[in-house]
C-alpha cells in the first residue's frame, strides 16, 4: 500500500464520484453502484405538494431526488443477513443512512424503485476521487 497508487496506471481515469458517510468519511457508494431511476412527476403523486397555487416565488428546478439509490453493497449488514427491509447504518460509525425494501421504495421526485436501497443524500458527502 506504500506505491502511491501507481501514477500512470491504465489511460487517464476520469474522477469518479463517490459517497462518503458524512460522519467518519468512509465511502459507502460510487458512480458505479447507482441505480440510476427515471424523475417521478413529483407533484402528481404527492398530493401535499401542490402546484396548483403558482404564486410561489420563482420556480425552483425540477424535483430534485434527495436520496440516491443502489445496488446492494457488501457493507449493508442486513441486506447479508436476509432481511427484507431495514435501515441502512454506516457500518463505521453506525449512522443511519437510508434504507431498503426489497419490494421497492418511493423516491422524493414519484419514482418507484424496485428493489430499493436508499441512501439520504445530506448524510452523506459527494466527491470526485
Ligand atoms: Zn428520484
Ligand atoms: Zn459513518
Aim: glycine letters at 6%; charged letters at 30%.
Amino acid at each position: 500500500m506504500e506505491a502511491a497508487n501507481n501514477p500512470n496506471s491504465e489511460a487517464v481515469r476520469k474522477p469518479q464520484l463517490i459517497y462518503r458517510c458524512k460522519k467518519c468519511r468512509r465511502i459507502v457508494a460510487s458512480e458505479e453502484s447507482i441505480v440510476p431511476h427515471e424523475l417521478g412527476k413529483g407533484e402528481q403523486c404527492f398530493k401535499w405538494k401542490k402546484r396548483s397555487g403558482d404564486k410561489l416565488g420563482e420556480e425552483k428546478e425540477p424535483t430534485q431526488c434527495s436520496s440516491i439509490f443502489v445496488e446492494p453493497l457488501k457493507w449493508m449488514q442486513p441486506v447479508q443477513e436476509g432481511y427484507v427491509e431495514e435501515k441502512l447504518q454506516c457500518i463505521g460509525c453506525k449512522a443511519r443512512l437510508g434504507s431498503f425494501n426489497w419490494a421497492g421504495m418511493q423516491c422524493n421526485c414519484g419514482a418507484w424503485v424496485n428493489p430499493a436501497f436508499q441512501l439520504h443524500k445530506n448524510r452523506l458527502d459527494e466527491c470526485y476521487m
